[in-house]
């Protein structure tokens, strides 16, 4: 009984050597080197200062000058920015997921409805251009990724709120534009963290 135990205790500190601490310091010294961005957070900066991960989308709101019933500040879209999905977690990691309506809730068919109206009255179109990126959360309530037709249909906007010509801003939405993953997986998307960087 005690060659048996003395043999499992030699194989756990084994294991824990190898598994525990010598194969996650490989794991992280490979992702250091082959993806040194990614293992640190695919942080963006702007004037060397980190100002975003490419990964979580962010509000790009300011103050309506409104309060709400509870007396906290009514938020707005930025027009000098593009903006994100709809997001059911307020872009909070911590809160990270969708809203769990169905499609046939009415709540939600009200808050797709109310989201239709505000964008086509920030851009200036009728409701029936408004893609469904833009009043439909993501699942995670955390994606920095829109698709193109809604960018397109920002870009106008953008321009005149920045004073900068059409053709600079669709040249910025160019340059982060990506296209499938593999050349056939998923969708085209423009990731508007990295985009609001290079416009700031």
């Given at each position: 009984m005690m060659r048996q135990f003395g043999t499992a205790l030699r194989a756990l500190l084994v294991f824990t050597v190898l598994l525990g601490l010598a194969y996650p310091l490989v794991m992280t010294g490979a992702s250091q080197v082959l993806?040194?961005?990614?293992?640190?957070?695919?942080?963006?900066?702007?004037?060397g200062k980190e100002v975003a991960s490419d990964l979580i989308g962010q509000s790009y709101t300011m103050d309506s000058g409104?309060?709400?019933?509870?007396?906290?500040?009514?938020?707005?879209?930025?027009?000098k920015w593009f903006q994100t999905r709809p997001s059911a977690a307020?872009?909070?990691g911590k809160a990270s997921g969708g809203s769990q309506y169905g499609p046939n809730n009415a709540d939600l068919l009200q808050l797709v409805n109310d989201r239709r109206q505000e964008v086509a009255t920030l851009e200036g179109v009728a409701p029936s251009q408004v893609p469904p990126d833009a009043v439909t959360a993501s699942g995670s309530g955390l994606d920095p990724a829109i698709s193109p037709a809604y960018a397109a249909l920002q870009i106008n906007r953008v321009a005149r709120e920045r004073g900068l010509s059409v053709a600079q801003v669709t040249q910025l939405v160019k340059k982060n534009t990506h296209g499938r993953v593999l050349g056939f997986l998923g969708e085209p998307y423009v990731n508007v963290v990295a985009l609001n960087a290079a416009l700031a």
């Amino acid at each position: 009984m005690m060659r048996q135990f003395g043999t499992a205790l030699r194989a756990l500190l084994v294991f824990t050597v190898l598994l525990g601490l010598a194969y996650p310091l490989v794991m992280t010294g490979a992702s250091q080197v082959l993806f040194h961005g990614n293992a640190n957070g695919s942080m963006i900066t702007v004037n060397g200062k980190e100002v975003a991960s490419d990964l979580i989308g962010q509000s790009y709101t300011m103050d309506s000058g409104k309060k709400d019933d509870k007396g906290d500040a009514i938020m707005v879209a930025d027009p000098k920015w593009f903006q994100t999905r709809p997001s059911a977690a307020s872009y909070d990691g911590k809160a990270s997921g969708g809203s769990q309506y169905g499609p046939n809730n009415a709540d939600l068919l009200q808050l797709v409805n109310d989201r239709r109206q505000e964008v086509a009255t920030l851009e200036g179109v009728a409701p029936s251009q408004v893609p469904p990126d833009a009043v439909t959360a993501s699942g995670s309530g955390l994606d920095p990724a829109i698709s193109p037709a809604y960018a397109a249909l920002q870009i106008n906007r953008v321009a005149r709120e920045r004073g900068l010509s059409v053709a600079q801003v669709t040249q910025l939405v160019k340059k982060n534009t990506h296209g499938r993953v593999l050349g056939f997986l998923g969708e085209p998307y423009v990731n508007v963290v990295a985009l609001n960087a290079a416009l700031a």
